[in-house]
């Protein structure tokens, strides 16, 4: 299997890893940062298309610690839920969870549990805050030597086969921590997984994976 350019651009061997070794297309997966494997999931798509009763793939990313409050900081109204980041436009066309809320999550929305919204007091274009934790993904043979924010910017550009921006990239590497705060909208509410996910998750809130990279670069400006 021939190997396609990284998706790392310009990059400057003094302050990164080697290209080769950070993000790589591996054609029906993506190796990051030489340590951590994920599914190409347009590699999967075009392969598979045509297909009887195939519609596609699509890529995910979950977040498994994101905290929501109301935007007067309240404690009591804190919720804990598991973030799914998803392609939602995408979600739709293949025709996944079709009994789901069918909205399509645009740039600073949210999509929260009913239960969420009403323990929380509030409803479909209410703002809200998001904090968001980022873990390091790791491997048994080699820990990742960059930062939360490195790791999450690389595996969402893969999930998505979108290049990576090295100023943006670089940027993120001078920031400690692993977590990001982002004042969100309630673009709206979903009742019931409906098939979108396991119901045993709980609470579960959805952003859109094409966002993700622009909340995180905000961030680190």
């Known amino acids: 299997m021939n190997k396609a350019k990284p998706l790392l651009k310009q990059l400057n061997p003094g302050n990164l890893p080697d290209a ?3 993000v790589t297309n591996e054609g029906d997966h993506y190796l990051i940062d030489d340590a951590v494997p994920m599914l190409n999931f347009k590699w999967y798509n075009e392969t598979l298309y045509g297909l009887p009763g195939f519609n596609g793939f ?9 905290n929501f409050t109301t935007v007067e900081g309240d404690a009591s109204t804190q919720v804990t839920n598991i973030l799914l980041i998803i ?18 999550l645009g740039e600073d929305q949210v999509m929260l549990g009913k239960g969420t919204a009403d323990y929380m007091g509030i409803a479909a274009g209410d703002e809200v805050i998001m904090e968001l934790n980022i873990p390091i993904p790791t491997s048994s043979s080699k820990s990742s030597k960059n930062t939360p924010f490195q790791n999450a910017f690389a595996m ?3 999930a998505v086969d979108q ?8 940027m993120l590497g001078t920031i400690t921590g692993d977590s990001v705060t982002k004042t969100m909208e309630l673009g709206a509410v979903y009742d019931g997984s409906e098939g979108k996910f396991p119901a045993a998750y709980g609470n579960v809130a959805l952003i859109d994976c094409h966002y993700l990279q622009e909340y995180l670069f905000e ?3």
């Open 163 to 170: 290049p990576l921006d090295y100023d943006a990239f670089k």
């Open 156 to 158: 969402v550009a893969a």
């Open 20 to 22: 080769d070794t950070f």
């Open 87 to 104: 392609d939602s436009a995408w979600e739709q066309k293949i025709g996944l969870a079709p009994r789901f809320n069918p909205y399509i």
């Open 58 to 66: 699509t890529s995910r990313t979950i977040l498994p610690d994101s």
């Open 219 to 221: 961030y680190a400006e």
